[in-house]
């Protein structure tokens, strides 16, 4: 048993320096993938520096890398509005109303930005634009309804007085023909000159 303290002593020192050199060894692997880690960021940053002082060249973003409001080259507002969108309606009663021949219903959406739809206007010019695409239905509707009266006063017209002078031509032409038919010469032989 005199040996026991001297062979526990000596698995101790034995794992204490085992352990010792494995933290090493771990601390030197860190320290490497550190500095490549930090060298693979460091490249990564240079990247996105240059890409966003392009993207200030080209004017799409702002020096602190927020994107610019695209409405005008002079206004130097962060986008925070997405562009707005022009919808159909497509519910089963607008299908119904389409399959009668009425016609096809618009409508203005605006959608928070996200990835599909990024940021392209400041709150002044999103709201603007809202304006500008709610004056266009406006016109659309507007054309619509011209079309509609032009078709109503059109149809009026003709069954006042279109109608009656086409039906006129009309028997005019299938007559005309009949009356117009050319005679044959041709000798009847029944009626017979001479004796006999």
């Not at 130097?76 to 089963?92: G, H, L, N, Y």
């Not at 079309?147 to 009656?164: I, K, N, Q, S, W």
Request: charged share 30%; net charge positive.
């Amino acid at each position: 048993m005199d040996a026991l303290p001297f062979v526990v002593g000596f698995l101790i020192l034995a794992l204490s320096v085992v352990a010792g050199v494995a933290a090493w060894r771990y601390r030197r692997q860190r320290i490497a993938l550190d500095a490549e880690t930090i060298k693979r960021l460091e490249a990564e940053r240079r990247r996105e520096k240059t890409k966003l002082d392009e993207a200030v060249t080209l004017g799409t973003h702002l020096a602190n890398g927020l994107p610019r409001c695209q409405a005008s080259p002079l206004c130097q507002s962060p986008a925070t509005r997405s562009q707005p969108v022009i919808a159909r309606d497509e519910a089963w009663t607008d299908f119904a109303r389409r399959a009668f021949g009425g016609a096809a219903r618009y409508r203005l959406v605006v959608t928070p930005p996200d990835e599909k739809h990024g940021a392209v206007y400041c709150d002044a010019h999103g709201y603007l634009a809202e304006q500008e695409v709610r004056a266009e239905l406006s016109e659309i509707e507007l054309a619509r309804q011209d079309a509609l009266r032009e078709t109503e006063a059109r149809l009026a017209r003709f069954e006042r007085v279109g109608l009656p002078s086409r039906l006129l031509a009309r028997i005019a032409k299938e007559e005309e023909p009949k009356k117009k038919a050319p005679r044959s010469n041709v000798v009847s032989l029944t009626s017979r000159t001479g004796s006999g």
